[in-house]
């Protein structure tokens, strides 16, 4: 049973340029989170994704930053015109519909995107 | 705004000793308090997990600790190996929204 899966792992850009991170929850989850580890600190939240809808996008920035999760395929965390400060590892983290045994819809994660913008 | 503080920053045990990490909140709507503890390179991953209307509890060498009028909890690592040092991230979760994380602690256990 394959956990979450993100690609690429890492990610080089220029200023300026456009970086795509994808990520492909576990097998029968529906429910997709981004977060994003700037060096030395701890996960913030950015966006929270059904299939076709976002939930809630208070984390992300107004402008340069989209997210889709489509209802084929996986979801797609979007940087247009990156700049040096977008430089971070962003996770994705996913959980399933319904809250099971434990009661809660818990998250799991990715290994992660380093994206470094020279 | 800093939601969850998390202390200390860093800790450093000797092997077999107790790691104690130490949380505090401010929103009383959070009803869900995950430890995650991430290894360099890689994602975090859920350690143990409480619900606020439990004090206390234990799996394995880890045990979590919720004072929910003071709206603190604390992770502690009985017999402390090497091998968890990591950095460990306290979370909290308001019912079907998003988990706000701690700044972490990174914990090394020497030998």
């Known amino acids: 049973n394959a956990g979450v899966m993100q690609n690429p792992r890492h990610l080089v850009r220029r200023r300026g340029q456009e970086a795509r991170l994808r990520c492909s929850p576990m097998?029968?989850?529906?429910?997709v989170y981004w977060y994003r580890q700037l060096p030395e600190e701890g996960l913030k939240f950015m966006v929270y994704l059904q299939k076709e809808n976002i939930i809630d996008e208070s984390g992300m920035p107004k402008e340069r930053f989209s997210a889709e999760f489509p209802k084929e395929g996986p979801s797609i965390l979007r940087i247009q015109q990156v700049v040096r400060g977008d430089s971070a590892a962003y996770f994705c983290?996913?959980?399933?519909?319904?809250?099971?045994?434990?009661?809660?819809?818990?998250?799991?994660f990715g290994p992660g995107t380093r994206l470094t913008v020279l | 705004q800093q939601q969850v503080k998390q202390s200390p920053q860093s800790l450093i045990v000797q092997k077999g000793g107790i790691s104690i990490i130490n949380c505090a909140y401010e929103?009383?709507?959070?009803?869900?308090f995950p430890w995650y503890q991430q290894f360099p390179g890689k994602g975090p991953a859920l350690l143990i997990a409480?619900?606020?209307?439990?004090s206390e509890k234990k799996e394995g060498r880890f045990t979590i600790s919720f004072n929910k009028s003071a709206k603190q909890f604390s992770l502690h690592i009985m017999d402390s190996q090497p091998g968890d040092s990591a950095t460990y991230f306290c979370a909290a979760k308001e019912s079907g929204s998003r988990l706000t994380f701690g700044e972490g602690t990174q914990l090394t256990v020497n030998p």
């Open positions: 409480i619900r606020p209307d439990v």
């Open positions: 929103n009383t709507a959070f009803d869900y």
């Open positions: 983290a996913s959980s399933p519909a319904d809250r099971g045994i434990a009661g809660y819809n818990e998250q799991f």
């Open positions: 097998k029968g989850h529906s429910h």
